[in-house]
């Protein structure tokens, strides 16, 4: 089986970790990881969610933060800030910042992100293929309101710096309208037996992903069957800030309104949490088959369960 999933950072990289577990070795998953996160900071190209993905799926991430790599160092971090040259709210630990250094200097080198990517993901072997949604530059930008007037920001600086603590009036992918899906993108999409939405955020994660020109397209006239999973239960996120760019888009921080939000003509199911269980009608009336089922992804069995049921829902609504 050939199994597609478009993916963001955590929320994405630990679905894939129960994917994994409940695949056979002879299936292929490929994941289509975002890249709008991206930042260049220090002269490094920092790409978070594809390093959430790999270094989560590799067995370097740090468990309990979600981000960056387990044991890690800050001596780098303090020598930049004793130099006075920030960001200082980013973090980028010592072993972190080897990975952008590599990433940075095939970068210069001429290689694309797609090949520093695979290059990168020969040490930590993920047991997946990772492309990047694009190998150009696109960057998620957010419009905010403050003290300093109206502007946008990037989004690490709204997310990272500023917490997203004030509301996210639009949001801004900016390179997307001229981007072109990586190589081996749209072949993957086409070819794939099972196309899965992960509970990733659906503006800022699997949203960019779909702004890229071809994409959305191609994902919608896959014959696969696409299925996603609600990343929000309960009417709020389970951790992020999807409620505050959901409300820049016009769309409720609710299970149903994300699955209407994604539409019919992309989602052939869906799967809520079984606290949402009285949303199903209302994504079933919009012509989604739905199903509620455990939703929290609390450790590598009920994971595991969550990855197992997309497959069976994806399989129903094929046959
Ligand atoms: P990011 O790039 O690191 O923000 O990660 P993603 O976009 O891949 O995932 C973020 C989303 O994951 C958030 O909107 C969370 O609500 C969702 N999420 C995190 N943990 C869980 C979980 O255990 N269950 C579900 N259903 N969603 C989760
Ligand atoms: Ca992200």
């Not at 309101?145 to 502007?151: A, C, H, L, V």
């Not at 990586?182 to 994660?205: H, M, Q, T, W, Y």
């Not at 919608?220 to 299925?227: I, L, R």
Request: charged residues 20%.
């Amino acid at each position: 089986m050939r199994i597609v999933a478009l993916a963001g950072g955590i929320g994405g990289a630990r679905f894939l970790r129960g994917l994994k577990d409940v695949v056979t070795p002879e299936d292929e998953i490929t994941v289509i990881g975002n890249t709008g996160d991206d930042i260049h900071l220090f002269g490094l190209k920092v790409c978070p969610d594809l390093d959430t993905v790999m270094y989560t799926l590799g067995g370097g991430i740090h468990e309990e933060q979600g981000w960056g790599r387990a044991d890690e160092t800050w001596s780098v971090k303090a020598e930049m800030k004793a130099y006075g040259v920030g960001p200082e709210w980013f973090g980028l630990g010592d072993k972190d910042f080897a990975t952008h250094i590599v990433r940075s200097q095939m970068l210069t080198a001429g290689y694309s992100l797609s090949q520093v990517t695979e290059a990168l993901c020969v040490r930590w072997k993920p047991g997946v293929r990772l492309l990047p949604m694009s190998d150009d530059r696109v960057e998620t930008h957010v419009r905010i309101t403050d003290s300093e007037g109206t502007r946008a920001v990037h989004f690490q600086e709204y997310w990272v710096r500023l917490h997203a603590a004030v509301d996210a009036e639009a949001i801004i992918p900016v390179g997307a309208d001229t981007a072109k899906p990586a190589p081996g993108v749209l072949e993957a999409i086409a070819a794939a037996d099972v196309i899965l939405f992960p509970p990733s955020n659906p503006v800022v994660s699997i949203g960019t992903i779909l702004a890229v020109p071809g994409i959305r397209q191609a994902v919608s006239a896959a014959a696969a069957p696409v299925v996603g999973l609600s990343p929000i239960i309960g009417g709020a996120p389970v951790r992020g800030m999807a409620d505050k760019v959901l409300a820049a888009v016009g769309v409720a921080a609710t299970a149903d309104a994300v699955a209407l939000h994604y539409g019919a003509d992309l989602l052939d199911g869906w799967l809520v949490d079984t606290q949402d269980a009285g949303a199903v009608a209302a994504v079933e009336a919009a012509g989604i088959p739905c199903r509620a089922v455990p939703l929290l992804m609390t450790d590598a069995d009920a994971t595991a369960a969550m990855a197992r049921a997309a497959l069976e829902l994806a399989e129903q609504v094929r046959s």
